[in-house]
């Protein structure tokens, strides 16, 4: 296919058509009239050899191929526009443009608000939308990312695309304040008896996975679209919940539930922001990567501060517990 010979107005008029199946509203939508449009029709159906819309009684349905041509166009327009608004020059604080990124409510709650302040701060004429990553991201993630400005997700899901470094997180377990089956230290037996209740595909996640290697299956009882709706799901029930250690402290006084330590070395979660290769040199694009770069510094930060805490945290609970149990090594007794 020579792209030199074709019209790309006709992928304009095409989207239209599919969309509306109407000769009359496509044209309308697109600034055409009805002649026109039925000319742009015409040279649509020489080009792919296919009727593309089919009169069925007194309306119009999609050809088996027009179906699948529907979605297509989809994303072929919006990668167009998406090409040829690309800027060579951006500054943020006289520029309006809206960035829409796919995040779960994880991400959005730990990593997009503290983006979004940073926005509202720097560049007030930038808008963010953040939409709901599918359940599908894995087998659609390139165009996913050609019609997007890009993905938040931990490494270990999706590869072969240019990543943005972020922050790194822990995981953690969710289990209810009353569930009389789990003590003070949750166990890998616990793992394996008590049943789950998980994120859409959390399988995906390498922490995860390290359960088969240990010889654990969860035994997934329910599943949610939502990880904040994880401690709401494991109050009051025996459910467990394998959860993100940021979002779990946002969480935290919601539901009666208790976070607890993985009984495995669980691998760190290293979010990041994904993108497809065409934002690459896009100045706008260029600014959106290094601020959520320095926004995810910021969240790292706020991290090592907490570690840092619950190490101190630690250490005073074991001086503690050697005074309570007359430790003959504190001194603090003597005398």
Same mark, same amino acid.
């Given at each position: 296919?020579?792209?030199?010979? @074709?019209?790309?107005?006709?992928?304009?008029?095409?989207?239209?058509?599919?969309?509306?199946?109407?000769?009359?509203?496509?044209?309308?939508?697109?600034?055409?009239?009805?002649?026109?449009?039925?000319?742009?029709?015409?040279?649509?159906?020489?080009?792919?050899?296919?009727?593309? @819309?089919?009169?069925? +009684?007194?309306?119009? #349905?999609?050809?088996?191929?027009?179906?699948? @041509?529907?979605?297509?166009?989809?994303?072929?327009?919006?990668?167009? %526009?998406?090409?040829?608004?690309? !800027?060579?020059?951006?500054?943020?604080?006289? #520029?309006?443009?809206?960035?829409? /990124?796919? *995040?779960?409510?994880?991400?959005?709650?730990?990593?997009?608000?503290?983006?979004?302040?940073?926005?509202?701060?720097?560049?007030?004429?930038?808008?963010?939308?953040?939409?709901?990553?599918?359940?599908?991201?894995? %087998?659609?993630?390139?165009?996913?990312?050609?019609?997007?400005?890009?993905?938040?997700?931990?490494?270990?899901? /999706?590869?072969?695309?240019?990543?943005?470094?972020?922050?790194?997180?822990?995981?953690?377990?969710?289990?209810?304040?009353?569930?009389?089956?789990?003590?003070?230290?949750?166990?890998?037996?616990?793992?394996?008896?008590?049943?789950?209740?998980?994120? !859409?595909?959390?399988?995906?996640?390498?922490?995860?996975?390290?359960?088969?290697? @240990?010889?654990?299956?969860?035994? =997934? &009882?329910?599943? =949610?679209?939502?990880?904040?709706?994880?401690?709401?799901?494991?109050?009051?029930?025996?459910?467990?919940?394998?959860? !993100?250690?940021?979002? *779990?402290?946002?969480?935290?006084?919601?539901?009666? $539930?208790?976070?607890?330590?993985?009984?495995?070395?669980?691998?760190?979660?290293?979010?990041?922001?994904?993108?497809?290769?065409?934002?690459?040199?896009?100045?706008?694009?260029?600014?959106?990567? &290094?601020?959520?770069?320095?926004?995810?510094?910021?969240?790292?930060?706020?991290?090592?501060? *907490?570690?840092?805490?619950? *190490?101190?945290? +630690? $250490?005073? +609970?074991?001086? /503690?517990?050697?005074?309570?149990?007359?430790?003959?090594?504190?001194?603090?007794?003597?005398?």
């Amino acid at each position: 296919m020579n792209l030199a010979s @074709l019209d790309l107005n006709l992928v304009v008029a095409l989207r239209a058509l599919l969309e509306e199946r109407n000769v009359t509203r496509a044209g309308r939508r697109i600034g055409l009239s009805q002649p026109a449009m039925s000319a742009a029709l015409a040279r649509l159906r020489r080009h792919f050899d296919d009727e593309l @819309l089919s009169r069925v +009684g007194g309306h119009y #349905e999609l050809t088996a191929l027009g179906q699948v @041509l529907l979605d297509r166009t989809s994303t072929a327009c919006d990668l167009l %526009e998406r090409l040829f608004t690309s !800027q060579a020059d951006f500054d943020p604080a006289v #520029e309006s443009r809206e960035f829409t /990124i796919v *995040a779960s409510d994880y991400a959005v709650a730990v990593f997009g608000a503290e983006l979004a302040r940073t926005v509202h701060r720097e560049a007030p004429g930038i808008r963010l939308r953040f939409v709901q990553t599918p359940p599908g991201i894995v %087998e659609q993630t390139g165009t996913l990312l050609s019609t997007t400005d890009g993905l938040l997700m931990p490494h270990g899901i /999706i590869s072969d695309f240019p990543a943005t470094e972020l922050y790194q997180d822990q995981w953690v377990f969710l289990v209810a304040d009353d569930n009389p089956e789990v003590g003070d230290q949750l166990t890998r037996d616990d793992l394996a008896r008590l049943p789950w209740v998980t994120y !859409q595909r959390t399988y995906d996640a390498p922490a995860v996975r390290q359960l088969a290697m @240990l010889g654990i299956e969860p035994r =997934v &009882e329910v599943s =949610v679209d939502g990880f904040t709706l994880l401690p709401f799901m494991v109050a009051g029930t025996r459910r467990i919940a394998l959860v !993100q250690e940021l979002l *779990a402290e946002r969480l935290r006084g919601l539901a009666p $539930v208790r976070i607890m330590r993985a009984p495995y070395e669980a691998v760190p979660l290293q979010e990041a922001l994904w993108w497809h290769p065409v934002h690459t040199h896009d100045a706008a694009h260029i600014w959106l990567r &290094e601020t959520a770069a320095r926004v995810g510094a910021t969240v790292a930060a706020r991290v090592g501060t *907490a570690v840092a805490g619950r *190490a101190v945290q +630690g $250490v005073a +609970g074991q001086v /503690i517990q050697a005074v309570d149990e007359g430790d003959p090594g504190d001194r603090s007794r003597e005398g």
